[in-house]
């Protein structure tokens, strides 16, 4: 089979090759079975080209720079790249977005320039080149390769597996607003999809979730949805079934991973993959709920408030109580006991119970 990477270079102006820059092989960003993410810079050709189209006084267009900081989404088949161009695809989504960015106000959505046209030459032969259609997003520097993938791997790693300094410090830097703040701005980020009209996001794995370099935010990439396009009201049923339609909302399945990034968040910051299960075996084996409880808590102390024990017997008191309530939240979560029995079963549902994390 060819080469996924052979194609490498584009053309940005007028009989000028564009040179990629890090991070990564070729400026690699990301690459999956169906195309390769580039982060290029690009320059307009003539006066004109700065005007993007569907621009409104709240698109954030660049335009006092001399071009565009680019990750450019490369299909390797022309099947994929005459897919991308129909209404339900991922291009099809991001004029959509494109028209409604000021819903997107706190950027939670990754940003689209446009569709574009690309030339590439073969890495390996010079002399053979080919047109390719490319979807092109605004690279930020702040999110770049960051996925939720990576951010929970640093969150985990035990120091006994060789977490570094950075790793290190990202731990115990974290507390329990910041894991609060970070799970607002994803379940945030999904409601914002609603917002702008979309009507599913993938979220069957983590490297559909770009996370900041300050651990705050989040962006979402990869909108198409397994291209199931703009919202449908009232919603779909299928042929010769008579049901009430579910109250709308993004299609997505949080039942999967959603629960496995709270218990992660919360009882694993510097433990590693294998302490999680293990205590999550012990809760669920516990002989009453009580027992359960306590068990978090122990964690909890650990993980948030390591110096607890060198702390007045005031602040004791207050960190008793308050770990105690998170206990109780995560507890009735994990186990999904009232009021959280169907806290995945819709975004609002999740967000509700988000809402209700102990913070103080």
């Not at 207050?318 to 979560?333: G, M, P, Q």
């Amino acid at each position: 089979a060819r080469d996924k990477r052979a194609f490498m270079k584009i053309s940005t102006s007028a009989k000028e090759a564009q040179q990629f820059c890090f991070p990564g092989e070729g400026g690699i960003l990301g690459m999956g079975s169906n195309a390769i993410v580039h982060r290029v810079k690009l320059t307009p050709t003539s006066v004109s080209a700065t005007a993007l189209p569907f621009s409104n006084e709240t698109d954030e267009d660049c335009s006092d720079d001399p071009g565009w900081d680019a990750a450019v989404k490369r299909p390797f088949s022309l099947e994929k790249m005459l897919a991308s161009l129909s209404t339900s695809s991922e291009a099809g989504l991001a004029k959509r977005l494109r028209l409604a960015n000021s819903l997107n106000s706190d950027g939670r959505v990754l940003y689209f320039y446009g569709l574009g046209v690309g030339l590439a030459s073969c890495a390996d032969d010079h002399n053979l080149y080919k047109y390719e259609i490319s979807l092109l997003s605004r690279y930020q520097k702040e999110f770049s390769t960051n996925t939720l993938t990576r951010f929970l791997k640093d969150y985990t790693i035990s120091k006994s597996c060789g977490a570094s300094w950075n790793q290190i410090r990202l731990q115990e830097n974290f507390n329990l607003i910041h894991v609060k703040a970070l799970l607002v701005n994803l379940l945030n980020g999904f409601r914002d999809l609603t917002l702008m009209g979309v009507e599913a996001f993938d979220f069957n794995h983590l490297n559909n979730v770009l996370v900041s370099r300050d651990h705050r935010t989040v962006r979402l990439i990869d909108i198409d949805g397994d291209s199931k396009g703009s919202i449908h009201y009232p919603s779909k049923l299928e042929p010769n079934v008579s049901q009430v339609p579910h109250k709308p909302c993004l299609d997505i399945d949080l039942n999967s991973l959603l629960p496995l990034i709270v218990r992660q968040l919360i009882l694993g910051k510097g433990r590693g993959p294998a302490f999680i299960t293990n205590k999550i075996g012990e809760i669920w084996r516990a002989k009453c709920s009580e027992e359960g409880k306590e068990i978090i808590r122990i964690i909890l102390q650990e993980n948030f408030y390591p110096r607890f024990k060198e702390e007045d017997d005031e602040t004791i008191k207050k960190i008793e109580k308050h770990t105690r309530r998170v206990s109780e939240w995560f507890y009735a979560l994990l186990k999904k006991k009232e009021p959280w029995t169907n806290w995945t079963n819709d975004i609002y549902d999740a967000m509700r119970c988000i809402d209700h994390l102990p913070i103080a």
